[in-house]
């Protein structure tokens, strides 16, 4: 029992558990993850690819085994740090304790001693006075450095799986000047969208609206790649866009009208039978000598000749036609004049926790202090006699040992 | 302008090659000569930086091109500094042949300025990238520190060499250096990440491949701790990084494209 505990805590398990994660991570690195069977089919062959899918590396990482793997990292993460945190906490006296026991390792003369110890306070090292002379000590924080590392590795693995698992992300559209209500009430108006900015700049940007259930907070931003909207626990994102067909609808029996947008086909009829089908928008077209035009499908995004392709309806006939932008069409009492494309955005919108993303941010920034305490505040006790000095770390400090060589021989001015 | 970017990197390959001269013939006057050409070379390349910064009004960081000429800028910032506190030869003969092949792998990558896209407008950009220009150069003198460790110990010197024992401890040194960076450039990518595409980590290939490359330093650092893996092995061990280094660099950008896709953009 005893064992299998000191082997679960140990260094050498926690470089297995690390070879072993980076190991599954190059193969699922090298194999496109969550992609559809068929995929795999056609790239491995069909026994491969079944293979593969049984082991679960089509999404490798949420496996039960690379998941068992973080956790057993964690327990040994965590077992490793609780046993030599007392050990840290008396490692300061222990190496005063050291720095005093220690024999004088460099030999100097009085004058060059006085240059080291005022190198020394110059140098951030603090006096302490021993039963043997002095000793000066530096960067005792430094003791605390691999613990906190240690710490904020399980802390960010923690919280960062906690924001992973818990992702409730739902991706929508909005037409400009439409509005999507969320599940707790909170309604997002899309004031608009627009994918150049001014000057012609790709900017993919959305003036968005939000409203609270209540009606008491509002507010109103640009969002954008990278600029997001915070709004109470949402975060609203662009993520994507689209371009849709515009067609006004008029009716002069109802003497009614109404705006519609196209996403997709449709069959736009007011009895079933007469009316105009949209089969797709076309962002361009080329006409030859003769005035045929030829429909361009590029995939560029933008729309600078728009042309509607439809069929209309009517008495049993179809005719294709292609309608430009200001175009009417008449079917009987209905007119049906095509606009200019809208562009449109799909937004993502997110809930957020603070809680779990505060904790995931703070771990971040433990870390890299934690980090820049092991390498760059190695503790460090320097005894100083009568008749010389020795250097004592639990860390190498060539540094030191070659600075007070140094200090030592300058030449007092 | 381009001419700058081009004489640098003849400036930098003549550097390494005099300073190899000297080493080898153990000449003062050539490796000192090296450096001075070394800065030269140092001066061309940043006015070049400069230069280009200027025209497409950003830090010129944003592509496969001008990640790698940071990169080699990076190599010689921290090689000099490294070879100012420590006056060890063996930096500047790692630093110099290193600036030249990583400017060299730039040279053949698109080098049109364009706009920066979308994505690429935050504010993170300086922070993640330019950490990771540092991080990688530290990771490139590690390993040029390898190199020299492995070439020294074949030349029949003794691992108890006070001049061995400097280069191992210099390489640790820029591996602590290069990991305290890589940390940064993994946090502050997944901030990044979640302000673009609202997941902080989707195991994107470039991200697993930092990730990958950051636990292989983390066990370099582990093992450093045994005593008898210190010199040999850790030298063996830092140019296997830095081959995952290069791999996450550029050969993620070529064999495994995923949201970073856009780095191999000219
Ligand atoms: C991703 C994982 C890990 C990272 C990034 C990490 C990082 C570090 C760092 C930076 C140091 C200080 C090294 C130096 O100053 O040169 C360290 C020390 C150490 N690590 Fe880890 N570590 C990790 C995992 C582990 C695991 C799983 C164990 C298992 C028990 C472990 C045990 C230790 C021990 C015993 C020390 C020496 C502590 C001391 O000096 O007081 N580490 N680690």
Same mark, same amino acid.
């Given at each position: 029992?005893?064992?299998?505990?000191?082997?679960?805590?140990?260094?050498?398990?926690?470089?297995?558990?690390?070879?072993?994660?980076?190991?599954?991570?190059?193969?699922?690195?090298?194999?496109?993850?969550?992609?559809?069977?068929?995929?795999?089919?056609?790239?491995?062959?069909?026994?491969?690819?079944?293979?593969?899918?049984?082991?679960?590396?089509?999404?490798?990482?949420?496996?039960?085994?690379?998941?068992?793997?973080?956790?057993?990292?964690?327990?040994?993460?965590?077992?490793?740090?609780?046993?030599?945190?007392?050990?840290?906490?008396?490692?300061?006296?222990?190496?005063?304790?050291?720095?005093?026991?220690?024999?004088?390792?460099?030999?100097?003369?009085?004058?060059?001693?006085?240059?080291?110890?005022?190198?020394?306070?110059?140098?951030?090292?603090?006096?302490?006075?021993?039963?043997?002379?002095?000793?000066?000590?530096?960067?005792?924080?430094?003791?605390?450095?691999?613990?906190?590392?240690?710490?904020?590795?399980?802390?960010?693995?923690?919280?960062?799986?906690?924001?992973?698992?818990?992702?409730?992300?739902?991706?929508?559209?909005?037409?400009?000047?439409?509005?999507?209500?969320?599940?707790?009430?909170?309604?997002?108006?899309?004031?608009?969208?627009?994918?150049?900015?001014?000057?012609?700049?790709?900017?993919?940007?959305?003036?968005?609206?939000?409203?609270?259930?209540?009606?008491?907070?509002?507010?109103?931003?640009?969002?954008?790649?990278?600029?997001?909207?915070?709004?109470?626990?949402?975060?609203?994102?662009?993520?994507?866009?689209?371009?849709?067909?515009?067609?006004?609808?008029?009716?002069?029996?109802?003497?009614?009208?109404?705006? %519609?947008?196209?996403?997709?086909?449709?069959?736009?009829?007011?009895?079933?039978?007469?009316?105009?089908?949209?089969?797709?928008?076309?962002?361009?077209?080329?006409?030859?000598?003769?005035?045929?035009?030829? %429909?361009?499908?590029?995939?560029?995004?933008?729309?600078?000749?728009?042309?509607?392709?439809?069929?209309?309806?009517?008495?049993?006939?179809?005719?294709?036609?292609?309608?430009?932008?200001?175009?009417?069409?008449?079917?009987?009492?209905?007119?049906?004049?095509?606009?200019?494309?809208?562009?449109?955005?799909?937004?993502?919108?997110?809930?957020?926790?603070?809680?779990?993303?505060?904790?995931?941010?703070?771990?971040?920034?433990?870390?890299?202090?934690?980090?820049?305490?092991?390498?760059?505040?190695?503790?460090?006790?320097?005894?100083?006699?009568?008749?010389?000095?020795?250097?004592?770390?639990?860390?190498?400090?060539?540094?030191?040992?070659?600075?007070?060589?140094?200090?030592?021989?300058?030449?007092?001015? | 302008?381009?001419?700058?970017?081009?004489?640098?990197?003849?400036?930098?390959?003549?550097?390494?090659?005099?300073?190899?001269?000297?080493?080898?013939?153990?000449?003062?006057?050539?490796?000192?000569?090296?450096?001075?050409?070394?800065?030269?070379?140092?001066?061309?390349?940043?006015?070049?930086?400069?230069?280009?910064?200027?025209?497409?009004?950003?830090?010129?960081?944003?592509?496969?091109?001008?990640?790698?000429?940071?990169?080699?800028?990076?190599?010689?910032?921290?090689?000099?500094?490294?070879?100012?506190?420590?006056?060890?030869?063996?930096?500047?003969?790692?630093?110099?042949?290193?600036?030249?092949?990583?400017?060299?792998?730039?040279?053949?990558?698109?080098?049109?300025?364009?706009?920066?896209?979308?994505?690429?407008?935050?504010?993170?950009?300086?922070?993640?990238?330019?950490?990771?220009?540092?991080?990688?150069?530290?990771?490139?003198?590690?390993?040029?520190?390898?190199?020299?460790?492995?070439?020294?110990?074949?030349?029949?010197?003794?691992?108890?060499?006070?001049?061995?024992?400097?280069?191992?401890?210099?390489?640790?040194?820029?591996?602590?250096?290069?990991?305290?960076?890589?940390?940064?450039?993994?946090?502050?990518?997944?901030?990044?990440?979640?302000?673009?595409?609202?997941?902080?980590?989707?195991?994107?290939?470039?991200?697993?491949?930092?990730?990958?490359?950051?636990? /292989?330093?983390?066990?370099?650092?582990?093992?450093?701790?045994?005593?008898?893996?210190?010199?040999?092995?850790?030298?063996?061990?830092?140019?296997?990084?830095?081959?995952?280094?290069?791999?996450? /660099?550029?050969?993620?950008?070529?064999?495994?494209?995923?949201?970073?896709?856009?780095?191999?953009?000219?």
């Amino acid at each position: 029992m005893r064992r299998s505990l000191r082997f679960f805590r140990s260094m050498r398990f926690g470089m297995i558990l690390l070879v072993l994660v980076m190991a599954l991570s190059v193969v699922g690195s090298l194999i496109p993850q969550k992609e559809q069977a068929m995929t795999y089919v056609r790239a491995y062959g069909a026994e491969k690819a079944t293979l593969l899918m049984a082991l679960g590396w089509n999404d490798l990482f949420h496996t039960w085994y690379f998941l068992a793997l973080e956790g057993l990292l964690c327990i040994n993460l965590l077992l490793c740090s609780i046993l030599r945190f007392p050990r840290t906490v008396h490692a300061g006296e222990q190496l005063m304790k050291t720095a005093e026991d220690s024999s004088t390792e460099t030999p100097c003369d009085s004058a060059q001693l006085q240059r080291m110890k005022e190198f020394l306070i110059s140098h951030g090292f603090r006096k302490r006075n021993a039963a043997t002379g002095e000793v000066y000590t530096r960067h005792f924080l430094g003791f605390y450095g691999s613990f906190l590392t240690h710490l904020s590795i399980l802390w960010v693995l923690l919280f960062g799986s906690l924001v992973l698992m818990t992702p409730q992300t739902e991706d929508l559209t909005v037409m400009p000047g439409e509005s999507l209500v969320l599940s707790d009430g909170t309604r997002i108006l899309c004031e608009s969208f627009h994918i150049e900015d001014g000057q012609g700049k790709l900017d993919y940007a959305s003036t968005l609206h939000a409203i609270s259930a209540d009606g008491k907070q509002e507010k109103i931003q640009e969002i954008r790649v990278n600029e997001p909207m915070r709004f109470g626990n949402y975060k609203v994102y662009q993520q994507t866009y689209g371009t849709a067909g515009r067609v006004r609808i008029v009716n002069h029996a109802t003497e009614t009208e109404d705006t %519609l947008f196209l996403t997709e086909s449709c069959f736009l009829s007011i009895d079933g039978q007469n009316g105009v089908y949209f089969e797709a928008l076309y962002p361009g077209f080329v006409q030859d000598d003769d005035g045929n035009y030829t %429909l361009v499908t590029n995939t560029s995004g933008s729309y600078p000749d728009p042309v509607y392709r439809i069929q209309t309806i009517a008495e049993g006939m179809s005719t294709s036609v292609l309608a430009f932008p200001e175009e009417t069409l008449s079917l009987g009492e209905i007119d049906f004049t095509f606009l200019l494309p809208a562009e449109y955005p799909g937004l993502r919108i997110k809930h957020v926790s603070s809680v779990l993303y505060g904790a995931l941010y703070f771990g971040f920034g433990l870390m890299i202090a934690a980090l820049y305490l092991c390498f760059f505040m190695v503790p460090a006790a320097v005894s100083v006699r009568e008749d010389g000095y020795s250097v004592v770390s639990p860390k190498e400090v060539q540094e030191i040992r070659e600075a007070l060589t140094i200090a030592g021989k300058e030449e007092e001015p | 302008m381009s001419i700058l970017f081009f004489a640098s990197l003849i400036v930098y390959f003549a550097a390494a090659m005099v300073q190899f001269s000297g080493v080898s013939m153990k000449k003062a006057g050539l490796t000192r000569a090296a450096r001075l050409l070394f800065m030269v070379g140092f001066a061309l390349h940043s006015g070049y930086s400069i230069w280009r910064g200027i025209v497409a009004g950003r830090v010129p960081l944003a592509n496969q091109f001008e990640f790698a000429s940071g990169f080699a800028w990076a190599i010689v910032v921290l090689g000099f500094g490294l070879y100012r506190k420590g006056k060890a030869e063996w930096t500047m003969t790692a630093a110099m042949p290193a600036s030249f092949l990583v400017l060299s792998y730039a040279a053949f990558q698109p080098m049109a300025i364009k706009d920066l896209m979308p994505a690429l407008r935050s504010t993170w950009f300086v922070l993640h990238i330019g950490s990771a220009a540092f991080s990688y150069a530290a990771f490139a003198i590690s390993a040029g520190l390898g190199v020299g460790y492995l070439l020294m110990l074949r030349k029949g010197k003794d691992d108890s060499d006070s001049r061995l024992k400097q280069l191992d401890y210099l390489g640790y040194r820029m591996v602590c250096l290069g990991f305290l960076l890589l940390t940064v450039v993994i946090f502050s990518g997944a901030i990044w990440a979640e302000q673009a595409w609202s997941s902080w980590w989707s195991w994107d290939p470039k991200e697993t491949w930092a990730l990958i490359t950051w636990i /292989f330093y983390a066990i370099y650092l582990h093992q450093r701790m045994r005593r008898k893996w210190q010199g040999k092995r850790m030298a063996w061990l830092s140019i296997v990084a830095f081959i995952l280094v290069i791999f996450t /660099f550029a050969g993620v950008n070529l064999l495994l494209p995923g949201l970073h896709s856009y780095a191999t953009q000219g």
